[in-house]
């Protein structure tokens, strides 16, 4: 697979970036003691008073605005044929990469970029020619007129509310977590292969699929170059470290962090450590059966390659570690939509999205460059990621305002339903969107009385979280970070499963892991 970005490229493009990032922190701040100023001042004026007392009983007063709301909310959803684009851009992640005919036009991220903007401008198109309605503005809290207001509403909804805080957190964590590089030789045993694809699956729920994948899979394979068989290592990992560890955070996998986006609670998902400590542990274990089988019809000099590991086990970057705490602190606390604990202040709009560029920016200025070469770092996969989801969340929202009108009546009612539906889902397409979907079809069939979270009943939204995360592992597809490791693994000269090869493993293991979840967790 040939990058966009070469490695020499890298380190240019990092300066430019390093640059970049601390001018937009400099402009935001900038504009933020500005603005903080100029309405403390207003503040304080008598006039300001005086129109605010008369704001207070506009408010106070429904009579006016009742019917427009009333109006807006009776709004008939998109045609069905709206969700074409959404459709088509999934079926060509999906579908273009598996052919060779396509798969080499398809790795330049420029060619995906072209896709996704072009099915998101026909998305864009169909808001402004042919919705005649009006749209219900989530940045400004509002409702705009049909036409060509409709459509730059529906971009803004995309781009400003949804787009820009996931790339924002995803970029980070993979900028940073590039910055850290595991030092030492390493001998491929079972036990050891196993204790990295368990540490990754911790790691995962802290610094990201994306990051503990980057982080770990580049030692992991220097530590098995003599082993004969290495490619089901390499799958393994996949189902742990880019999949099912990263579920006890919004920060592990891109689903959780688009349903914290949607308002749930960023500890919520540490409820979900039961499911995630026993699907991990079963695929570890499995793993390590497995591995001891393939280890033992090798028939290595044991002794010859321990007398090999001479550098001691060292860390690179650690520094970075601290700017990614800081991350976590960002996501944590910085919700522009919810106040401090403890305090009346909510943070300003894209103040956690600055932050994190910030604490990116010093990854890279106390960075290396030596060290970031060693991991091979390259911004491509943030790129492609980047390029396609542009596309992906202006494609989703006519779907997304359909589940809101017809979502109650697909059947979906129950949490083990929810997890399979979404499962099944995130096997062929992106587990992100397909998280979406069934968390607004969850929203319109909350169950009286019972506990929700963000207006989704609790069971249900397990059911999907879970979904997303674990099943994400049954194809090469499912999730971004699956694709980034195999085509490491590959550039390495590991001759990885086909994409039906790869479901071989997955139906083997997953699949039977996440049924036995099912039955456990999700029957209540």
């Not at 049909?146 to 509403?153: E, L, M, N, R, V």
């Not at 805080?165 to 977590?177: C, D, G, M, Q």
């Not at 062929?428 to 009943?457: I, K, M, S």
Request: glycine share 8%; charged share 15%.
């Amino acid at each position: 697979m040939n990058s966009d970005i070469s490695t020499e490229d890298s380190e240019q493009l990092s300066k430019w970036v390093l640059a970049i990032l601390i001018l937009q922190t400099l402009l935001y701040f900038g504009w933020f003691f500005t603005s903080t100023s100029t309405a403390e001042e207003v503040h304080k004026s008598p006039t300001h008073a005086e129109s605010h007392e008369g704001e207070e009983e506009a408010h106070s007063s429904d009579n006016t605005r009742a019917p427009i709301d009333e109006h807006h909310q009776a709004s008939p959803p998109p045609a069905i044929y709206s969700v074409i684009p959404f459709v088509l851009l999934l079926g060509a992640i999906a579908v273009l990469p598996l052919f060779h005919k396509t798969e080499h036009w398809w790795e330049r991220n420029v060619n995906r970029f072209k896709i996704a903007v072009g099915l998101g401008l026909l998305t864009l198109l169909y808001y402004a020619v042919i919705y005649d309605h009006p749209v219900e503005d989530h940045f400004a809290h509002g409702h705009t007129e049909a036409g060509f207001s409709a459509s730059i509403t529906v971009l803004k909804n995309a781009i400003l509310v949804e787009y820009v805080p996931f790339i924002a957190l995803l970029f980070s964590l993979y900028v940073i977590s590039g910055g850290i590089h595991l030092r030492g030789t390493l001998v491929g045993k079972p036990k050891l292969n196993a204790t990295i694809i368990g540490l990754g699956g911790l790691l995962a729920s802290f610094i990201g699929t994306t990051g503990a994948a980057m982080l770990l899979i580049r030692p992991l394979i220097r530590a098995n170059q003599e082993r004969r068989y290495v490619a089901h290592t390499i799958v393994f990992f996949i189902f742990v470290v880019c999949n099912t560890g990263g579920c006890l955070l919004p920060i592990g996998d891109p689903p959780l962090f688009l349903g914290y986006l949607r308002g749930v609670d960023f500890l919520w998902t540490l409820n979900l450590w039961p499911m995630w400590l026993t699907m991990n542990c079963l695929l570890v274990a499995a793993y390590y059966l497995f591995d001891l089988l393939k280890f033992r019809s090798e028939d290595l000099n044991l002794e010859e390659i321990d007398a090999e590991q001479k550098e001691p086990i060292s860390i690179d970057g650690s520094i970075n570690f601290l700017w990614l705490v800081g991350v976590i602190l960002c996501v944590a606390f910085l919700d522009p939509s919810r106040t401090l604990p403890g305090t009346n202040w909510a943070p300003p709009v894209f103040m956690r999205e600055v932050l994190m560029g910030l604490l990116t920016a010093l990854s890279l200025w106390t960075t290396t460059n030596q060290t970031r070469q060693l991991n091979s770092f390259n911004y491509d996969a943030i790129i492609e990621v980047a390029a396609l989801f542009i596309g992906i969340f202006i494609c989703m929202q006519p779907p997304i305002q359909i589940l809101d009108v017809y979502g109650s009546q697909l059947g979906f009612d129950e949490g083990w339903k929810f997890f399979w539906g979404t499962g099944l889902l995130s096997s062929c397409l992106d587990n992100a969107p397909t998280y979406v979907v069934f968390f607004e079809t969850a929203r319109t069939v909350a169950q009286p009385g019972a506990e929700t979270v963000a207006g989704v009943t609790s069971l249900h939204l397990i059911g999907i979280s879970l979904g997303a995360v674990f099943m994400g592992a049954m194809t090469y597809i499912g999730n971004g970070p699956n694709f980034m490791v195999k085509a490491i693994a590959e550039k390495n000269n590991i001759r990885m499963p086909s994409f039906f090869g790869y479901m071989l493993y997955s139906c083997a293991v997953v699949l039977p892991a996440c049924i036995l979840i099912s039955l456990i967790f999700l029957r209540g």
